[in-house]
């Protein structure tokens, strides 16, 4: 067997040890765009890693490899592995377990009451999906140990409340005794282990998308879950100061008679400085109402995200990265050639 590699730490993202984290945000603010640079990153620092789908969420795994990713785990390179939990195997998994006879429980599992009641009864398919990430971290090799240092999970959308996290102690409550109170309080208890589980908070740099970031840390430490990192995704690097921005206004009062393209370009010129003042503004809330390691993102233009952006993003975890993004945002006076290198993906620190 090959030597075990060692964890670098001094090549982790964010400084964060590897465990089992669940990126979660709001739909779109780029928590499976996380989840693979994260992924991707830890790797890197030579933890083994796995990347988990839920069902229901675009794939993270699809943006580093065409694979197609299953309910076992898929190689998609060295010391990286994708797996995707769909209800229904989990549900089958856990019947085999019970039932211990494949046969019985394919065909119970294949029963469509059986199926209703799973997509009907409140909580049940999130405590099936958190039995079996705590079954993967709790999985060991052949030497007995832990066969995963890093557990991505690509998580749903948090809507209102906790979602998933929080099920497993709603049911445990909601069950006070028997067997199905016994698995959901020995799940709730791993969820809320802090030596083995965290929660990765991604938002956007926008008002509402923060506040509500503000408000779900606040809600998952309420309940005992440990938050471990902010992300702030999608920020614009600014190409204009505050001088050529107010040069470019005093242009548009001074003259009516300014060719109408040039008026549009200045006019862009103090959309895109506004909306870069805006963002910097929901940064600063953000960092003044968490007391977390955090990392911020460039917004990558392109039209679609191909694995060497998702790679650039990795890079951007690293401390030397977000030095220099901190310094960009800032308002280096190299404004358009460092929002050029930002912009253009190339500019991951090496
Ligand atoms: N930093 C970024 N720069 C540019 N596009 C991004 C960035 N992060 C995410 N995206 C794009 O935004 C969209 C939503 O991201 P995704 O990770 O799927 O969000 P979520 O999983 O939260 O729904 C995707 O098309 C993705 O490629
Ligand atoms: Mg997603």
Redesign the pocket.
């Known amino acids: 067997m090959p030597a075990r590699p060692r964890i670098d730490d001094a090549a982790l993202p964010l400084g964060l040890q590897p465990r089992t984290v669940f990126v979660t ?11 693979a640079a994260l992924a991707l990153a830890w790797r890197d620092a030579g933890a083994r890693t796995l990347l988990v789908e839920i069902e229901g ?2 794939s ?1 795994a699809a ?1 580093l490899s065409n694979k197609k990713i299953g309910y076992n785990a898929t190689p998609l390179g060295e010391q990286l592995c994708a797996l995707r939990i769909t209800l229904n195997d989990a549900l089958k998994e856990y019947a085999r377990l019970r039932l211990k006879v494949k046969l019985v429980a394919d065909r119970l599992v294949s029963n469509p009451i059986m199926d209703q009641f799973a997509q009907a009864a409140p909580g049940f398919r999130e405590l099936l999906v958190l039995g079996k990430l705590w079954a993967l971290a709790s999985e060991t090799d052949d030497r007995g140990r832990p066969k995963w240092d890093a557990i991505i999970v ?1 998580s749903p ?1 948090t809507g209102h409340g906790l979602g998933l996290l929080g099920m497993a102690g709603v049911i445990a409550r909601m069950f006070p005794v028997g067997p199905i109170h016994t698995q959901a309080k020995a799940v709730d208890a791993f969820v809320r282990d802090p030596a083995r589980v965290g929660v990765v908070l ?1 938002s956007l740099p926008e008002e509402l998308p923060v506040t509500e970031t503000l408000e779900l840390h606040d809600e998952l430490r309420a309940r005992g879950i440990d938050v471990v990192a902010s992300v702030l ?2 920020l614009l690097v600014d190409r204009f100061s505050d001088a050529e921005a107010a040069h470019a206004d005093e242009l548009i009062q001074s003259s009516d008679d300014l060719d109408p393209a040039l008026r549009h370009a200045l006019e862009t010129v103090l959309w895109e400085h506004m909306r870069c003042t805006d963002q910097a503004t929901e940064r600063a809330r953000l960092e003044a109402g968490l007391d977390l390691p955090s990392a911020v ?6 039209p ?2 191909t694995r060497e ?1 998702i790679a650039s ?1 990795a890079r951007w975890f690293m401390p030397a990265g977000q030095e220099r993004l901190h310094a960009q945002l800032a308002g280096a006076d190299d404004g358009p050639a460092a929002a050029a290198a930002v912009h253009a993906g190339e500019a991951g620190p090496a």
Request: proline share 3%; net charge positive.
């Open positions: 945000g709001k739909g779109g603010v780029g928590k499976s765009t996380v989840s969420q675009a993270s943006m690509d959308a991604v995704n999608g993102l460039p917004y990558m233009f392109a679609q995200l952006h993003l």
